[in-house]
């Protein structure tokens, strides 16, 4: 069984370690690798040779081309946050739904059955797939736990809060479930050397019929009481508490300086320093 991704770098990981655990061939691509004009054409090639083409489309200009140049003959499953991109899709709805459910929960085991599942449905491999299980929408994090924590009281009696002030740190929920969480494990080590951490992770967007909360609603529930932060870190592209107003009035009533870091994801130290350009549009945003 043969597959070409096409995805957000931060899924490539855990697509990686699944299809390793099948012994399932991976190509996989990363939205910054279709945006370099050779690897583009490097991709689109390896196409031909895939049994199932996995795609996590955006608006991205560059995907028209990807798009276009699909071979149809070819089972193709898109996937993603956005429903109006499944429609690139050429194999049942009942499928692609299915699908979107094992990633939209994440993790691991999702990720492993979802590639189970598109074996047995399109391939007619033998494998049996376990349902999408779900997982929590939000939580607290923190590398030194053997698992999330689903309130802030269970978090508190686990981490035993000792010093005068403590820092929030809010992430999105794809770091957790992808267990991408390099650059978080590094602040929350950095700042434990002064301070108490919270690390939090949300949907952001939220969404009322998952249950997934939304970064305002998040902050409210880990932030504030019975611990009072002193400031957050956020990791999240944009602080969302349902529209601008309602973002503004769950920042003010925090009361709290809150911090943005500008990420390089994609380079190293070096190659970011040498770079004329700096930061992409994308990374600053």
Known sequence: MKIVSVTWSSDIPLFTQACNELGI????????DIEDDSKREDCISSFKHADVILL???????????IERLNSD???IAFGYDSTFWEVSNVPLKIVVTVNAYYAYGGLENITNMLKYIGKEILGAEY???PPAETMWQGIYHPDAEQAFETIGEYLEWYKPQKK?????????TYWSNGDTEIV???ICELEKEFDVIPAFCHGMGDAETGAKSSGEVTEEFFMDPVKIDAIINLQSIFNAGNADKSVSALKKLDIPVFHPLTVYH???EEWTADIQGMSSSEVA
């Open 165 to 173: 002030h403590a820092i929030g740190i809010l992430f999105h929920r």
């Open 267 to 269: 380079k190293t130290e």
């Open 185 to 187: 494990d590094a602040i």
């Open 128 to 130: 049996d797939p376990e």
């Open 56 to 66: 996590r489309p955006s608006d991205n200009g560059v995907w028209d081309e990807i």
């Open 74 to 76: 070819i089972p193709i």
């Open 25 to 32: 061939e991976l190509h996989a691509w990363s939205i910054q």
